[in-house]
């Protein structure tokens, strides 16, 4: 399916301890799958808008309102990380939820030859737990992990009810990352797939 690919590393920006991940995608994925790619590698849920700023140009969902705030926004799915690698960009940065305003560092490690027996992407590591949605930004982050950490704190109970259980900052899911991701290769695959069944029909 792919002849390279790109080992990419996630930086939550602005908190420590440091959340991370990293994962192994082909280079011929767009920015609208790697939004989602970092959607269920952190894992966020995708409510809310992003937008991956390169240079000076924003990639995303284009509105016809970004006009009123004098804005440029360009397709996300109109670039490719091989159009990236080829300009020699390694570093860009990924902004989810503007509310919260989430901002990613996004570094492109390497590249190496795929193992044409994986399907990408894959997901490779990580640490720590990524913030609830809405929890108030990397500021509300530290006082929600105040609360969660200790019975005694006067948030703890409503955190927790709000939360829906137990807050682990160091327990990040690994294992149902590894199953999101995979979900995501299987589909892609399975496109694939469709798209050249269909280029081959056309051809006899």
Known sequence: MTDQIARIRIDLEHLEPRIWRRVEVGISTNLRALHEIIQAVMPWES???????IGDRVYGEPDPEDALW??????????????????????????????????????????EPADPDVDYPVFVGGERTAPPEDVGGPTGFMDFCEAMASRRHPQHKDMVRWYGGPFHPTEFGATEIETRVRMI???????????????????H
């Open 70 to 111: 004098d804005r440029k926004v360009y397709q996300a799915k109109g670039l490719r990380l091989s159009s990236l690698i080829e300009r020699g960009v390694t570093e860009f940065l990924y902004t989810y939820d503007f509310g919260d305003n989430w901002q990613h560092r996004i570094v492109i490690e390497a590249v």
């Open 47 to 53: 409510y809310h808008l992003y937008e991956f700023a």
């Open 185 to 203: 290769a299987a589909k892609r695959k399975t496109a694939f797939e469709a798209f050249q069944r269909s280029r081959a029909s056309r051809r």
